[in-house]
């Protein structure tokens, strides 16, 4: 049976593919090439991909990134498609749901909406519950930059609070739609927010998401 994280990586090679590798895409400074790179050198080199959270470890992750976004672009979408190399720990299911499917719809939905006239994907319930099961997890991690409290609201009621304190913004939407905006895409993002507009403006003021 396929799995979420595979169903997305197969997507998101096909959006790379499609757009080609001088493509706009919302990850800022990104194009289509740089994104692939990224998605690569997440997979290959470990060793360097800390550079995400890890401030010490930047340096050294935008130089293998550049080394990965030198190939060519038809090599970087085929590594994409045929995953992680052996023995990495991403090839256990698992593992690879866990890790990669928030990660591949990200970065899909970062090609999709850098195009005019992007329309939301329309997911399935059973998707839409992978999402915010994630979303419950990572939501303090996720919003622990905001200047104001924050509380993420499934349409059906559920709630995750990724930021405690006043005042108070709600953001209402569907998983997929939240978990673009905890991610830091909070301009592409299609949800509700409700709140103090001073409130609503300074969480504007911030990009939310994992990285520094």
Known sequence: MSTHAKRERLLLA???ETAGPEAPTLCE??????????VVM???????????LISLLRERMERVRAEFAAKPYEELIQLIRTGPPRMSPYGIK???EAANTVEFFVHAEDVRRAQPEWTPRELDQVFENALWSRLEKGARLLGRKSPVG???????????????G??????TAEPGELTMFAFGRQDAARVDLEGDKDAIDRLHTVRLGVGM
């Open 94 to 96: 698992p593992l690879d």
């Open 29 to 38: 400074g990104w194009l289509t090439r740089d994104l692939a790179a990224h």
């Open 14 to 16: 096909e959006l790379l």
């Open 166 to 171: 006043v005042p108070v913004v709600t953001v």
């Open 42 to 52: 997440r997979e290959r080199r470990p060793d360097a991909a800390g550079g995400v």
């Open 150 to 164: 924050l509380v993420l609201r499934r349409s059906n009621g559920q709630t995750a609070v990724a930021h405690r």
